[in-house]
């Protein structure tokens, strides 16, 4: 298409990017992703989710902030600069679909890189709907895992730049290994659903207003955090399973030390966890634990990518 090709022409303008430099813009990608999940959450905890009530502009005429005696200056400072995050999100995921396009990287890191940006629009649209339904609980959920699925995917991006075009891909383990790894990833997905089902019913709603309602997920809270521990023993159970599983055929040092990083973090998640809900919820440790569910969530995904490897094809011999 004359399109492609006056892109690309536009793209080889740019210095050949080094496999270093791909795989730092890939590593920003990572942390853009789920850092904008945490700066999401301190709106939230400081009931900051109206503070722009509208989208895209923050108040009708105006896309900045406003004097405004309803809502108050800080609330309107926390979700502005947040909202100014999302330009370090569009740079990052702009600047990972430049990279591997100049460096000419095969199809599958390319439809990595442009699920970024391509997602990140997604994202923002779900964050513009959260906000003119007047933070709609099943909304705000949806916005929390579209972050996780992003920072998931953003690990898969940055594993497969570290990987060489022309190696042939194969799996470093048995199947029923993989699946076990499959399943444990399952299993996460549904702790972060019922997490968000929690915080859905919690007494974080992101806005204290006393001039609106905030709608909340009318559920017994201590139903929800059981059913959510639950989950996460599981998970705990299936990862600790599968180390066992992986010690025992020999795997390899590097997935031997993502299986014991991402125990280590579950057990930390579990302990937020368990002081949050003792301590009523307070705002620090909401956050903390939104960070820690990126990070095992990024955590599950390095495990999960390190199950095959792209290895280079070995010379024929003469």
Not at 270 to 294: E, F, K, N, S
Request: charge should be positive; glycine fraction near 8%.
């Amino acid at each position: 298409m004359a399109v492609g090709r006056t892109l690309l022409r536009l793209v080889d303008l740019l210095p050949d990017p080094s496999l270093r430099v791909q795989r730092a813009v890939a590593a920003a990608v990572i942390l853009t992703q789920g850092g904008i999940a945490v700066t999401g959450t301190i709106v939230r905890v400081t009931a900051s989710g109206l503070g722009c009530p509208t989208w895209p502009q923050c108040f009708p005429g105006s896309f900045t902030p406003v004097a405004v005696a309803e809502v108050p200056r800080i609330h309107q400072a926390v979700e502005f600069g947040n909202r100014m995050i999302t330009f370090a999100v569009v740079i990052a995921a702009a600047l990972a679909v430049l990279a591997v396009t100049r460096a000419r990287r095969r199809t599958e890191v390319l439809v990595y890189a442009w699920l970024m940006p391509a997602s990140t629009v997604v994202q923002a649209v779900i964050g513009g709907i959260t906000v003119r339904t007047g933070l709609l609980w099943w909304t705000v959920a949806i916005h929390l895992l579209a972050s996780m699925t992003m920072v998931w995917l953003s690990v898969l991006l940055y594993v497969n730049v570290g990987e060489p075009d022309e190696g042939i891909a194969h799996r470093v383990v048995a199947r029923p290994l993989r699946t076990l790894t499959m399943l444990t990833a399952l299993n996460l997905a549904a702790v972060l659903v019922t997490g968000t089902l929690v915080t859905a019913a919690g007494p974080h709603a992101g806005d204290k207003s006393p001039s609106r309602t905030v709608p909340r997920l009318k559920v017994e809270i201590n139903t929800l955090v059981h059913l959510h521990s639950s989950l996460l023993v599981s998970y705990l159970a299936l990862l600790v399973g599968l180390g066992f599983g992986l010690l025992a055929v020999g795997a390899t040092r590097s997935i031997l030390r993502r299986t014991a990083v991402l125990l280590a973090l579950v057990l930390a998640q579990g302990l937020v966890g368990i002081v949050q809900y003792h301590t009523g919820v307070p705002p620090a440790l909401v956050a903390l634990h939104v960070l820690g569910a990126a990070a095992c969530t990024a955590a599950t995904a390095a495990l999960w990518a390190s199950m095959r490897e792209r290895a280079q094809p070995q010379p024929l011999q003469s």
